[in-house]
């Protein structure tokens, strides 16, 4: 899988909202349930992700 390769480390470390991809549920709004569906994955101060 994929998963965040396309994703510019500024966006992760780089971003204060963010620090680090093991914050899954600052951009997963639904990590607690287990949803990781990339269409509904947001990116504080970016937005949602389309590739
Ligand atoms: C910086 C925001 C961010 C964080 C933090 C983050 N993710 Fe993601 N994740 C994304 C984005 C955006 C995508 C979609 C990537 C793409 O389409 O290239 C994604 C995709 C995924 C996918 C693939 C979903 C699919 O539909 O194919 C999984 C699984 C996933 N993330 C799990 C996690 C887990 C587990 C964590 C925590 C350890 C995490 N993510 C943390 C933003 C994030």
Known sequence: ????DEIP???VEGN???GSFS???VC???AAK???DEDRAII???GR???
Do not use: A, I, S, T
Request: charged share 35%; net charge negative.
């Open 9 to 11: 480390d500024r966006l």
């Open 23 to 25: 914050n899954c549920n």
């Open 1 to 4: 899988m994929r998963k965040h």
């Open 16 to 18: 204060p909202d963010v």
């Open 34 to 36: 287990g949803d990781f």
């Open 44 to 46: 504080p101060g970016y």
């Open 49 to 51: 992700w389309d590739d």
């Open 28 to 30: 997963h709004e639904g």
